[in-house]
């Protein structure tokens, strides 16, 4: 009996270890990348943007090393602290596709998103590869077109998921997942003449371990399947 315990307790120290051992070099899978819709952004927010009124163009929140596991988060990894010393060139490109929306202060912004995510797959790419390669995926998947040329405008209408994700897949052929966040404008219990709805957030894409092909994102959304969603 004694032995019996003394080897359950091995393996439960050693699944602690290993879990241990998981979170901290940042092991994962693929990569979620996520791209915001400022106006939403801002609206969700209790105070005022920075970007007062907020651009209506998709742009980066982050490149997110991730597991399939649930439990498994991938976060706030050892690895290099954000340096600050991207190429000149790439900052430059980075102030159009990943502003701070929320404060202005984009290289904080960059730098909290490398400390948080980036650390977590310094492995695959390092802090200059990792900012460049989201720059070139934003670049080559134009969520903002994308949505344009499907007439899927943002004027304040409401859609369906698939109308949304089906003219995006068609494009980049893959799978991506959408965000939405409660309305905050929306009464709390709305009366049964207004239909009640979620606002469109983000947009992910997913892509392959090694961060430069795109694959389906599997169960990664945080909308609401029977609500509409509003885009505005
Ligand atoms: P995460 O830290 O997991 O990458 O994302 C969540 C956080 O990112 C939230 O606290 C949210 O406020 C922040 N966030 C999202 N977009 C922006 C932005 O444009 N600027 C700043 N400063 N924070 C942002």
Redesign the pocket.
Known sequence: MAMLKLSLAFDVLAFVFFLCFIMSTGSYQYFLFVQ?WPPT?CAVRKKPCYQNPPSKIFTI??LWPSNYSKNAWVANCNGTRFSNSLSPALESKLKKSWP????G?DTD?WG??WN??GTCSEQTLDQELYFQRSHIIWKAFNITNILQNAKILPTGSKWDYADIASPIKTVTTKMPALRCKPDPTQPKNPNNLTMPHQLLHEVVLCLHYNGRVLIDCNHTSTCKNNLKILFQ
């Open positions: 915001q952004t929140h982050g701070d929306v929320e404060s202060n912004f909290r998103e948080k995510h």
